[in-house]
């Protein structure tokens, strides 16, 4: 997908976000999968890299990643509904300050998790 | 592949991975609970399960829409050639694959 919008527009933003994000995710994968492999020389090679995760620094990228995770969701799915179904009016822009709501609010169900 | 193809499997990929992603994204928000560790983990994904048949679905997914979007980006936001962005997709593409599925066999016990 290409961007005509002018920039800083609502429109441009969540194109940007969008690619940044899922930039993002793709070099976090196979650090990701690295980890959970460690499954395979047994519980104690996974459970030494999780008693690094918990450092406050790791908890804080995690929580980046959640967010950014539910934030290429809500934005790949505008792209998909922009593209395959007719849609205008102001619930274009709607979409993406929702999609910034409910992935920050997916950061705090992280949150409590980690703190509760 | 033409582009035409690589678009479909772009956006096929993602309309699969969307119920995917927020499975995951409540699954890492239940796991989180109580902080994690190795037995917690492996307790709930381990053996015969359909954890293993998502996971392994999910990783196939990912391993095509990952790289399509890197793809994308080195072409037109880092000008590369299309052979370059190509040959990098394609690196990472097997890269994911391959950790990914090693990763869900060591969760799941290759209870595929």
Redesign the interface.
């Given at each position: 997908m290409?961007s005509n919008h002018p920039r800083w527009s609502i429109s441009y933003m969540a194109f940007v976000l969008h690619?940044l994000s899922?930039?993002a995710?793709?070099l976090f994968?196979?650090f990701?999968?690295?980890v959970?492999?460690?499954?395979?020389e047994g519980?104690?090679a996974?459970?030494a890299m999780?008693v690094w995760?918990?450092n406050p620094l790791v908890k804080f990228a995690e929580w980046g990643l959640?967010v950014l995770?539910?934030l290429h969701?809500m934005l790949?799915?505008r792209?998909?509904i922009l593209?395959w179904a007719p849609w205008s009016g102001g619930l274009r822009h709607g979409w993406v300050l929702a999609g910034v709501a409910l992935a920050m609010l997916?950061g705090f169900?992280?949150l409590?998790?980690?703190i509760? | 592949m033409t582009e035409s193809r690589l678009y479909a499997l772009q956006r096929l990929s993602a309309v699969l991975m969307a119920p995917m992603v927020i499975t995951h994204l409540i699954t890492i928000m239940i796991a989180v609970r109580g902080g994690l560790t190795a037995e917690e983990i492996l307790a709930r994904t381990q053996g015969f399960s359909l954890w293993a048949v998502f996971y392994t679905f999910f990783v196939i997914a990912v391993a095509i829409h990952a790289p399509l979007g890197l793809r994308k980006i080195l072409i037109e936001w880092m000008k590369a050639s299309t052979r370059i962005a190509n040959g990098i997709a394609l690196i990472l593409s097997l890269g994911v694959l391959a950790l990914g599925l090693r990763a869900v066999i060591a969760v799941t016990g290759g209870g595929v």
């Open positions: 290409t690619r899922g930039l995710l793709a994968l196979p990701h999968f690295l959970l492999g460690l499954a395979i519980e104690a996974l459970d999780l995760t918990e959640v995770f539910g969701l790949g799915l792209v998909l593209e997916g169900g992280f409590a998790g980690v509760g | -």
